[in-house]
């Protein structure tokens, strides 16, 4: 990690550079260390590019002019986290900047919570400063937290940061619309379901969510009046509010389906179902001979990442440990093992550690150790940050806002651009 100071005096910038090594963990950032490394740190001031060699723990460099916006990693490509002052931080992104400096400040700043070195409300205010980037890739860099934001969030403001999310993308998803148009870029492509998926499960945008159902029925009756690339994000959705009638009819057409790609769109977007009876359907359809062994492992990793589903379905895996094993492959057991690092409780880790102890899954020794490294990871983080994100929320709130009813599921797997 690089920490940078500035301030003009006259006519130059000087800045004070120190480093230490970064860890995700405040725990282990906290430790003394005494390493120190030559690091290579290329800034711009202004419009110039100047490369210095930071190779001691605190160092002061010196510049021509007077740069409020100066970037320490003026390409995005530097080996290391970049730490600014607060009130440097508060600048930026400098408005020259380029896509690759922009993402790389998104990326480091949620690092850096994650650390406990910045605030999860220093996070929010830098996207919410900088809106819904113009860029796909720092776009999906902006978004990628949200999921976690969102599990550390009290039921109480639940409904404040949906309103964040609707707010932040909101705009580019009406934009984006539903259907691809003649000409579109690739970019926008990869982005509108990935901005569908949040603006429903973690916006909780009611307009979206009745879209999803809509086009689910549709393309439930006529396989055609869909986009391939938005199938997945509308029929997960329209799942997270479904009824067991809706529930049939996916496993009917994953049943019936004319090819692999249809199978497997149904298959996962029945994942996405919320009813104790239906997730246990979907765990028994899991170790079933409907689906093959090479697929079973990504419904039972899906269901435990998905905070609404997690306690039941580890509960009915463990109860039938004997059918969930003898799906898996040589490496897919594993899969199954590091999603267990989705908890996020001390008893729970307990009782991951003590099942697996004695429950082993062939070569997955890694993927164990990095499943409890998580979990320990994530109680720390919400320890040190869901006071700051409840009282962050709070100054965005209405006066007499209404509790929230729920928290927000996964949203599909993609990318995104524009």
């Given at each position: 990690m690089v920490s940078i100071r500035s301030h003009c005096t006259g006519k130059k910038t000087t800045v004070d550079a120190s480093q230490q090594r970064f860890y995700l963990q405040k725990s282990l950032m906290d430790l003394p260390s005494s390493q120190v490394w030559a690091i290579p740190v290329c800034f711009e001031v202004g419009a110039a590019k100047d490369c210095r060699l930071l190779e001691q723990k605190q160092q002061e460099f010196e510049f021509a002019g007077c740069v409020p916006e100066l970037s320490a990693d003026a390409d995005g490509s530097g080996y290391y986290r970049t730490q600014y002052a607060d009130n440097m931080l508060r600048r930026l992104p400098g408005t020259s900047w380029d896509a690759s400096q922009r993402d790389?400040?998104?990326?480091?700043?949620?690092?850096?919570?994650?650390?406990?070195?910045q605030s999860v409300g220093d996070y929010l205010d830098l996207i919410r400063r900088m809106g819904a980037d113009r860029e796909r890739v720092v776009l999906e860099t902006e978004l990628q937290p949200i999921p976690t934001i969102a599990r550390l969030a009290d039921t109480d403001d639940r409904n404040t940061l949906s309103a964040l999310v609707r707010e932040l993308i909101g705009a580019r998803a009406k934009s984006l619309g539903w259907s691809p148009v003649a000409n579109e870029s690739d970019d926008n492509r990869q982005l509108r379901p990935v901005v569908i998926s949040m603006l429903g499960a973690y916006g909780n945008d009611p307009e979206t969510i009745r879209e999803?159902?809509?086009?689910?029925?549709?393309?439930?009756?006529?396989?055609?009046?869909?986009?391939?690339?938005?199938?997945?994000?509308?029929?997960?959705l329209a799942a997270r509010g479904g009824d067991a009638a809706l529930y049939d009819r996916y496993s009917e057409a994953a049943r019936t389906a004319k090819s692999p790609e249809e199978f497997l769109n149904f298959l996962y977007a029945m994942v996405s179902f919320r009813d104790p009876e239906l997730v246990r359907r979907t765990l028994e359809t899991?170790?079933?001979?409907?689906?093959?062994?090479?697929?079973?492992?990504?419904?039972?990793?899906?269901?435990?990442?998905?905070?609404?589903?997690?306690?039941?379905?580890?509960?009915?895996?463990?109860?039938?440990?004997?059918?969930?094993?003898?799906?898996?492959?040589?490496?897919?057991?594993?899969?199954?093992?590091?999603?267990?690092?989705?908890?996020?409780?001390?008893?729970?880790?307990?009782?991951?550690e003590s099942f697996f102890a004695n429950h082993t899954v062939q070569a997955s020794e890694r993927a164990f150790g990095e499943a409890l490294h998580s979990i320990d990871a994530c109680i720390e983080l919400r320890d040190q940050q869901r006071p700051n994100l409840s009282a962050w929320l709070r100054t965005l709130a209405p006066e007499g806002t209404p509790k929230a009813s729920g928290g927000g599921a996964p949203a599909a797997s993609s990318s995104n651009q524009n």
């Open positions: 790389r400040l998104v990326g480091d700043t949620w690092a850096l919570v994650r650390a406990g070195k999803a159902r809509r086009l689910a029925e549709q393309y439930l009756q006529d396989r055609s009046i869909l986009d391939p690339s938005i199938v997945s994000a509308v029929l997960g899991a170790v079933s001979a409907e689906v093959r062994s090479q697929d079973s492992p990504y419904i039972l990793v899906a269901l435990l990442s998905n905070p609404e589903t997690r306690k039941q379905s580890w509960a009915w895996m463990k109860e039938h440990w004997a059918d969930v094993q003898a799906r898996f492959t040589i490496s897919s057991g594993a899969r199954v093992v590091a999603a267990a690092g989705a908890f996020c409780d001390a008893a729970e880790k307990e009782d991951v």
